[in-house]
């Protein structure tokens, strides 16, 4: 399988402790993002990355998150110190944008992973 | 206001019927449009990019309003295999990140 994979699909903690999750992007693409999405609503953007540089973070990103891409290749998410509000799917995606001949702009289709279900009790 | 605003549904259509979902966007240098579709409980899965003269892929059908503001996606001869929440997205920096709206429901009856 040659898409986007995460680790793990599922995770249940406690309130207060540390989580990380892996993601592994389909290995020709230069972007990955990191999204989380609650029931009911659409995916809500994290961060973003492009080779290991994080180019752009969320104001969602608190200061208990952090995360990382150290080569370029599979990134991790860490959240401290978990809240109850924390719980949700966290979703990895990744792209490498095209351009249509004709069409000026850039698409950037992002194609997702299966995501990781954080559950804090 | 919302970035991306669809009409949640859910929309409850029978085998064969012709279904419409309209979509806005407050944010008029947005640059790329993608509709996404995600079964319950699963990752989206992008379903097609928007392009500016609109664009057909069997039976379905997007089209993009820059003036408007407004995106819509037309699917003809509904399956069951069409039930799904469809998200309607937004990119507005060409490679950063996407706007996703709420999603709308899509039930397909036989």
């Known amino acids: 399988d040659t898409g986007v994979s995460q680790n793990p699909r599922h995770k249940i903690t406690k309130r207060g402790q540390n989580v990380t999750f892996r993601c592994d992007p389909i290995?020709?693409?230069?972007?990955l993002y990191w999204y989380r999405q609650t029931l009911g609503q659409g995916p809500e953007f994290l961060t973003y990355?492009?080779?290991?540089?994080?180019?752009?973070k969320s104001r969602l990103l608190s200061d208990r998150f952090s995360a990382e891409r150290p080569k370029g290749s599979f990134s991790t998410l860490e959240i401290q110190r978990t809240e109850q509000g924390d719980s949700a799917m966290y979703l990895c995606?990744?792209?490498?944008?095209?351009?249509?001949?004709?069409?000026?702009?850039?698409?950037?289709?992002?194609?997702f992973g299966p995501g990781t279900r954080l559950t804090v009790l | 206001r919302k970035e991306v605003e669809q009409d949640p549904g859910p929309f409850n259509v029978p085998e064969g019927a012709t279904v419409a979902f309209n979509c806005t966007y407050s944010?008029?240098?947005?640059?790329?449009f993608f509709w996404y579709r995600q079964d319950c409980r699963k990752e989206p899965k992008l379903l097609m990019s928007?392009?500016?003269s609109g664009n057909e892929d069997g039976r379905f059908t997007a089209q993009l309003n820059r003036a408007s503001q407004y995106i819509s996606l037309l699917i003809r001869d509904s399956k069951l295999s069409d039930s799904a929440t469809y998200l309607c997205?937004?990119?507005?920096?060409?490679?950063?990140?996407?706007?996703f709206g709420q999603g709308t429901e899509l039930s397909v009856k036989p």
């Open positions: 995606a990744s792209s490498s944008p095209k351009v249509l001949a004709g069409d000026p702009v850039s698409y950037n289709e992002q194609f």
């Open positions: 990355f492009q080779n290991e540089a994080q180019l752009e």
């Open positions: 944010n008029s240098a947005s640059q790329s």
């Open positions: 997205v937004v990119n507005y920096n060409q490679g950063g990140k996407l706007i």
């Open positions: 928007v392009y500016s």
């Open positions: 290995s020709e693409h230069n972007r």
